[in-house]
């Protein structure tokens, strides 16, 4: 047994030595011709592929079976010299049997790091390297003769890189760490190939895989001939340089589009492509037609697609872009060969956020202005697409190449922003879309409690849009006040205030290569103030008509209006400027009934009433350099201000007036104030509320009726209609006027004036009569009056005298009858009462005056002739001249300073001095009760001391050097007609009074403080 295992195994080395001996005669054989085989076969390669192909070395491989190991291969483009392929080291294996029949049979390749280069030439031509089918020519008879093919079954890629350029895109791309196995399937024709590779970009880098199958319909490699079926997977990949040969009339930005995806594909020769799956991006940059870039961010699209190089078609398209916008649809693209591409969309979307959809169609750049413009106002909202079919081109649309676009969109809650101090705009919309025509019904809200309904039409939107709309709307008045223009000064009122009721307005609106809007506006049931003085109330016809002229800027249209008032009031002019207007108007006025109008100033309880005529410009806001905001003229006739439900006319008046902006010219007027008529000219510049100067002619002007008469109007003041908003109630607030007042009579307290002058003010209800000069009786009155009305709480009346030459008795009518006191006034001072009605201007009247008559009598009356009694003086003068009182016993003079306070006359200078008689009184007069409380100082003169001083007993005690008596103290207190007088001690009167009297009369001072006649004293006491 072990003989026969011993000789076996000898046989096997003898025949394993055999073997090797016949393959190293081959080897050897080979080995002496690889050279010349090797050169032979890459003559034939670069003649085959137009390619240069270079070796450093190239030896048998044993290791690895039969086969050929080749160092540093090259491979370039003959014809631009550009590198092709660089492998660091390339294992060709071919089958062992073919060997001895002459043929060499590749099997596999192995690539160990290659670096291969593809790339598309400026001419449009692609270049990769290929390997051919390749069978050379028999050799002549004086060459060895030896058949060989390179069949190729097997190619491994080891961590190899690829690097891509397009020189007419001017796009790159380079992958890292290409790992290929690639099988040929000798049953199917095709090469089984598995992928992987790491995509470098400028964002790092993405992972590509791929399985699936290929083949050629020829020999050499195009794309045009290949066949491909598999399973793609893309993570992070930047499609920037890929995408342009799919659709390569739309250019791709550089930036970096990076994707997510996994789909199932096959390609077939011709390029025809279809696929399913889902891609994701988290931002696709798109230039289209003007070279702005359309962005996506954060989509994801799920898809099934064919596409060839003309056409691509997404089927089951559901696409989710960032903000909750999600579209399911159709898509194909037709002419891909061609510079613009048909597209033809189909799709219907979830209800999104308006401001993601505004953010894409600019960003696509469809729609021109206006609607651009309006879209960028618009600050929320949601909208919902329905049914959407849209058939275009992308770019390079003509005139007739107008899109195909049909569908409906709704939208809920859209918010637009119009003006600053405007709100935004809320509008609700449903529109149907037909081709290049927009057409529904909108509902629109932008200010308090208003309602907007627009049937609107929009056409040729993607060439020259148009647009037109018929708008019926209808709004509470008060909230038109934020469209209301206000003047140019923040001192003064709005022109316009809108206060009650509703305006309604039918709008037309035109928008083509130029903006017409008409509205027919109907103010009727509306309330609003003219100037926060005029109110025209609801229920008085008015209408405003409104038309725009064709203009390129809506921002700055001019209008035409047309204002009809009532029957009698025409305005008519335009309004030029966006948000803030200026307006240019003509008025016309014929007889028109102001009681038309209410007058907030006034109280409910009074009624006006009258016709203004003229014709006239005004312009809003005023123009800086005029006062007023109009110009013309204007008159008014049968105005009355009178007492509703009352006969009796408070005032009235006809004036007639020319205005050149700054001044208002008073050429005729006319006033009745109550009892009082005026005719006055003159200038205003302004009349809410009155200012200017003005010279006042007045037949009659009885003062007291004309307080009693504004008193009236002021009271009823407070009585303001509360629906009616006013921030002034009082009707003289603001008044500004000076007047110079000419007087033919006048009345005043009951005092009966002739004819006079006055410089007559009325200023915020401030009346003020300064420089007085009037005839009373047979003399002249100078001073001021005034009347202070400002304050309906608290009024004030304060009287100024300079100087008067008047009959006493004139000015005091109740002594006329008496006639106790006569003589000549001259009163000076001020005095002042404030007060609430008339009942309190006496009790409340305060001041200092000074008093002084002269040239007077003074008769017969109970405190004088109580006096002469206890002085025993009546009785002498009885016996001795009865008749001295007949005639009233003259003075000289009386003067007198009086402080009044609170009803009471106080003085400490009363003096009156005569021929008969010096009287001196200190005290009060009470007006209020009609009493007296005085201590007087009586001095009977030479023409008494002649009667009493013959008397020896009274010789040397009652006269003096000068023949005059000593003086008698009397206290005077109670009512004027019954006053009790009694005598009073010199002991009794104050240090003061003393000191008054001393300074009036001429007293003998042993008689007032005798050093050492205590006998004297006792008696002067007695």
């Known amino acids: 047994m072990t003989r026969r295992f011993f000789n076996f195994t000898l046989y096997l080395l003898a025949l394993t030595a055999i073997v090797l001996a016949v393959l190293t005669t081959l080897l050897s054989y080979f080995l002496k011709d690889l050279t010349y085989y090797t050169e032979l076969t890459l003559d034939l390669l670069k003649e085959k592929t137009g390619c240069n192909i270079s070796i450093s070395d190239i030896n048998w491989d044993i290791l690895r079976g039969t086969g050929i190991k080749i160092d540093n291969l090259k491979i370039i483009d003959a014809s631009n010299q550009r590198l092709l392929c660089k492998i660091k080291r390339v294992y060709i294996l071919s089958e062992l049997l073919p060997l001895f029949r002459k043929q060499l049979i590749v099997s596999k390749i192995i690539l160990e790091e290659p670096e291969l280069f593809v790339f598309r030439d400026e001419n449009g031509q692609w270049k990769i390297f290929t390997v051919p089918d390749v069978k050379p020519e028999p050799l002549s008879q004086d060459k060895k003769s030896f058949d060989f093919s390179i069949s190729l079954k097997n190619l491994f890629i080891t961590n190899g890189k690829l690097f891509y350029k397009d020189y007419i895109l001017h796009k790159t791309s380079d992958f890292d760490h290409v790992n290929l196995k690639l099988r040929l399937n000798h049953k199917t024709g095709k090469y089984l190939i598995s992928l992987a590779a790491e995509h470098k970009h400028k964002k790092g880098k993405g992972v590509l895989a791929f399985d699936g199958d290929f083949s050629f319909l020829s020999t050499g490699f195009n794309f045009k001939n290949l066949s491909v079926k598999g399973t793609l997977n893309l993570e992070k990949i930047s499609l920037a340089g890929f995408l342009p040969y799919v659709m390569h009339s739309i250019t791709f930005p550089e930036a970096d589009t990076l994707l997510d995806t996994n789909f199932r594909f096959t390609l077939e020769p011709g ?3 279809k696929a399913d799956g889902h891609l994701k991006s988290s931002r696709i940059n798109v230039s289209l037609s003007n070279g702005k870039p359309f962005t996506l961010d954060n989509c994801s699209l799920g898809f099934s697609v064919q596409a060839n190089p003309d056409s691509l078609e997404l089927e089951k398209l559901d696409l989710s872009l960032t903000r909750g916008i999600n579209i399911n649809g159709n898509l194909s693209v037709t002419g891909l060969r061609y510079p613009s591409p048909l597209f033809d969309l189909k799709f219907s979307s979830n209800r999104f956020s308006i401001t993601s959809f505004v953010k894409y169609v600019n960003d696509t750049s469809l729609l021109t202005d206006p609607y651009r413009s309006i879209l960028n106002r618009v600050t929320g909202g949601e909208i919902e697409l329905k049914n959407i079919h849209w058939q275009g081109h992308v770019k390079n649309r003509t005139a007739e190449q107008i899109p195909v676009l049909h569908g409906k969109l709704e939208i809920k809650n859209m918010f637009v922003e119009t003006a600053d101090q405007m709100p935004p705009l809320r509008i609700d919309a ?51 006040n934020k469209l209301i223009p206000s003047t140019d000064n923040s001192s003064r009122k709005p022109v316009l205030e809108a206060v009650a009721g509703i305006t309604t307005a039918k709008t037309k609106i035109s928008i083509s290569k130029k903006f017409v809007i008409t509205s027919d506006i109907d103010l009727t049931r509306t309330a609003y103030m003219v100037s926060g003085s005029i109110m025209k109330p609801a229920g ?52 028109f009934d102001i009681t038309s109008f209410k007058f907030p100033a006034l109280p409910p309880a009074m009624q006006v009433k009258g016709a203004i005529s003229g014709e006239g410009s005004f312009q809003v806001p005023f123009s800086s350099s005029f006062q007023l905001p109009f110009k013309g003229s204007m008159s008014i006739s049968g105005f009355e201000l009178s007492k509703a439900e009352s006969v009796n006319t408070l005032i009235s008046a006809s004036i007639e007036t020319e205005t050149d902006g700054n001044q208002i010219f008073i050429k005729t007027c006319s006033v009745r104030l109550g009892e009082s008529s005026f005719t006055a000219s003159g200038k205003l510049s302004g009349i809410t509320p009155p200012r200017g100067n003005l010279s006042v002619n ?47 009579k006048t009345n005043f307290l009951g005092w009966d004036f002739g004819r006079g002058s006055t410089r007559f003010s009325i200023k915020n209800g401030v009346m003020l009569w300064d420089d007085i000069s009037i005839q009373a009786d047979n003399g002249i009155i100078k001073g001021a009056v005034l009347y202070d009305l400002s304050n309906p709480h608290s009024m004030q009346l304060k009287f100024m005298p ?3 030459n008047i009959d006493f008795l004139w000015c ?54 109580k006096i002469l009694t206890i002085l025993s003086i009546k009785r002498l003068l009885k016996l001795k001249n009865p008749d001295f009182f007949s005639q009233g016993m ?29 009287l001196s009184a200190v005290g009060t007069i009470n007006l209020l009760s009609n009493e007296v409380d005085l201590t007087i100082g009586a001095q009977p003169l030479e023409t008494i001391g002649k009667i009493v001083g013959n008397i020896p007993i009274a010789k040397n005690i009652f006269t003096g050097k000068d023949k005059s008596l000593t003086v008698g103290y009397f206290h005077v207190k109670g009512p004027y007609e019954n006053a009790s007088v009694t005598i009073m001690p010199l002991k009794s009167l104050s240090s003061a009074v003393i000191k008054v009297f001393k300074s009036i009369f001429n007293i003998p001072l042993k008689i007032i403080s005798p050093k050492n006649d205590n006998s004297s004293k006792k008696r002067l006491t007695e």
């Open 271 to 273: 390029l025809n492509f």
């Open 430 to 480: 449903s529109c149907e879309i037909h081709n290049d025509t927009v057409f529904g019904v909108l509902t629109a809200k932008c200010l308090p409690g208003d309602t907007h309904t627009a049937h609107f039409e929009s056409t040729s939107l993607f060439n020259n849009p148009c647009f037109k709309a018929d708008i019926l709307s209808m709004c509470p008045s008060k909230s038109l």
């Open 540 to 591: 008085l016809t008015n209408k405003l008509y409104l038309q725009s002229s064709p203009a390129e800027d809506t921002s700055h249209t001019t209008f035409s209006f047309h204002v009809v008032l009532g029957s009698n009031l025409l305005l008519e002019g335009t309004i030029k400027g966006g948000l803030s207007p200026v307006i240019n108007s003509r008025y016309t006025l014929n007889s």
């Open 698 to 744: 007045a037949d009659f002007f009885d003062i007291d009726d004309c307080v009693r008469t504004i008193q009236s109007i002021v009271k009823l003041s407070k009585q303001q209609d509360k629906k009616i908003s006013t921030t002034d109630n009082n009707f003289f607030t603001g008044t500004s006027l000076d007047i110079d007042l000419k007087p033919e």
């Open 802 to 804: 300079r100087e008067s």
């Open 812 to 865: 005091i009518p109740t002594l006329k009858e008496s006639k106790i006191i006569t003589g000549v006034l001259n009163l000076s001072g001020e005095f002042s009462s404030t007060f609430e009605h008339e009942g309190a201007i006496v009790p409340n009247m305060q001041g200092d005056f000074h008093v002084s008559i002269t040239n007077g009598k003074i008769r017969k009356f109970t405190i004088l002739s």
């Open 890 to 918: 003259p003075f000289d003079s009386i003067e007198a300073g009086f402080v009044m306070e609170k009803g009471l006359m106080k003085t400490d200078n009363f003096i009156m001095k005569g021929p008969a008689m010096n």
